[in-house]
């Protein structure tokens, strides 16, 4: 599983420790993030998400324009949390909506619902969208009723369409910390993850461990207040370290 890591402001160039990268199409506007990100190699592979999971969903033309702007690779689609019936409607009417070729970007659509059941309805409608080559999983679906439904889902995808859709997991869930390790070692077919996980931890000057029960969510200034010196701690390097393992199933 490759890795894709979403630092806080102050630490953006940490984003080329991962395998590859993720940008959120809000956040360009911040100058040093659009330098930083427009920078990036043109041989690791960058996704651009739509905002919607820190509730700064762009629109469909200005989604677009930054996808441009940076060179992404593959764009998150317009979606709705929790509700797939609205997700696909928005999709549907990006797609409808699209100008210019096809063929120069991929497309992720995120796979929303309430339940197992809904979500795979939503997969199935995205099944007929031909542009869309990658199945988004959010991380919200967790919970503690359920901690596997996201690697239930994907085992789901690699059966019913193996030939059809990559999997990513957007985001990492403090309800089941070492659940990348899990998919990973078990070889559940999830193509890559992104995850502010190792900085959330840093930043509360925590370290990821295999038995850390810790529940450490995103701190609200995240992408406002600089967290600089955080990148100098040899506990952020360890996060990073032990995230990167856990994706190989170590």
């Known amino acids: 599983m490759q890795l894709a890591l979403i630092p806080p402001k102050g630490l953006y160039r940490w984003t080329s420790r991962g395998d590859l990268d993720m940008s959120l199409a809000h956040m360009v506007a911040d100058e040093e993030y659009r330098r930083v990100y427009s920078g990036l190699s043109t041989k690791r592979f960058l996704m651009l998400d739509n905002g919607e999971a820190e509730g700064a969903q762009v629109s469909p033309e200005r989604l677009m324009t930054v996808a441009t702007t940076l060179g992404a690779d593959e764009v998150v689609l317009p979606d709705v949390i929790g509700d797939g019936t609205a997700t696909v409607d928005r999709v549907k009417k990006f797609l409808l909506n699209l100008q210019g070729p096809v ?130 701690t040899s506990t952020l390097r360890h996060n990073v370290d032990v995230m990167k393992r856990w994706a190989r199933g170590e």
């Open 103 to 232: 063929d120069s970007f991929k497309f992720m659509a995120v796979a929303q619902g309430l339940s197992s059941v809904t979500v795979k309805r939503t997969i199935e409608a995205f099944a007929e969208l031909e542009p869309i080559t990658t199945i988004g999983i959010p991380r919200w679906l967790v919970n503690p009723d359920r901690y596997s439904i996201r690697i239930d889902i994907a085992g789901w995808i690699a059966e019913k369409y193996p030939e059809r859709f990559q999997v990513h997991f957007l985001g990492t869930s403090v309800e089941w910390v070492r659940e990348i390790y899990f998919a990973a070692k078990y070889q559940v077919p999830v193509r890559s993850v992104d995850t502010s996980m190792p900085f959330n931890y840093a930043i509360a000057n925590c370290r990821l461990q295999n038995d850390n029960n810790y529940k450490i969510k995103r701190p609200s200034d995240y992408f406002d207040k600089s967290f600089y010196h955080v990148g100098e």
